[in-house]
Antibody, heavy 120, light 105 residues
Framework: QVQLQESGPGLVKPSQTLSLTCTVS??????????WSWIRQPAGKGLEWIGR???????NYNPSLKSRVTISVDTSKNQFSLKLSSVTAADTAVYYC????????????WGQGTLVTVSS | EIVLTQSPGTLSLSPGERATLSCRAS???????LAWYQQKPGQAPRLLIY???SRATGIPDRFSGSGSGTDFTLTISRLEPEDFAVYYC??????FGGGTKVEIK
């Protein structure tokens, strides 16, 4: 059974960089059949796609966040990571990592989510 | 940019009733890339339907999806107590609808 687990600081100061890691277990991130994605959800609001990475390191980002987002992968640790720079209170949200089907682009496995609050 | 509009925003129904949720795209999308998710408070979304009409593994057959082009529907034939939640449609992996909350009447 594939499992994803987000980790990282729950509190980030404004203007700093948010950094999260997603650890994948029960399957190899190098399998080649999936994208590995980050999605966020502000409290009481809907879901926003942040970006995704393929095992090769190829990335796609939400145009609205592209200038501030970097997603990377560490296949040796079976992890992928998110960095979001110059954060503001508007970046406060629950951040999810998820596995995305390479063929039909649905998300079949999700992490439990981690709340990141941007505040001084 | 394709926008997904879900309606109604809130659906108030009783257990045993039929729920019909709508997802409308601002332009035609391939049904192959249309998915539905269920989210309960404090939980991650759960995949219900992919390819507009295929049920994900372990999803009960009371959940069904249909539609094509710009209009898609998620139907729950008979609501069970555990089905009261928020439902999201998603297309191409990038865009999510605003959600429909199914609440107990």
């Amino acid at each position: 059974q594939v499992q994803l687990q987000e980790s990282g600081p729950g509190l980030v100061k404004p203007s700093q960089t948010l950094s999260l890691t997603c650890t994948v277990s029960g399957g190899s991130i190098s399998s080649g059949s999936y994208y590995w994605s980050w999605i966020r959800q502000p409290a009481g609001k809907g879901l926003e796609w942040i970006g995704r990475i393929y095992t090769s390191g190829s990335t796609n980002y939400n145009p609205s966040l592209k200038s501030r987002v970097t997603i990377s992968v560490d296949t040796s640790k079976n992890q992928f990571s998110l960095k979001l720079s110059s954060v503001t209170a508007a970046d406060t949200a629950v951040y999810y990592c998820a596995r995305q089907s390479l063929q039909l682009w649905f998300y079949d496995y999700w992490g439990q989510g981690t709340l990141v609050t941007v505040s001084s | 940019e394709i926008v997904l509009t879900q309606s109604p925003g809130t659906l108030s129904l009783s257990p045993g009733e039929r729920a019909t949720l709508s997802c409308r795209a601002s332009q035609s999308v391939s049904s192959s890339y249309l998915a539905w998710y269920q989210q309960k408070p404090g939980q991650a979304p759960r995949l219900l339907i992919y390819g507009a009409s295929s049920r994900a593994t372990g999803i009960p057959d009371r959940f069904s999806g249909s539609g094509s082009g710009t209009d898609f529907t998620l139907t729950i034939s008979r609501l069970e107590p555990e089905d009261f939640a928020v439902y999201y449609c998603q297309q191409y992996g990038f865009t999510f609808g605003g959600g429909t909350k199914v609440e107990i009447k």
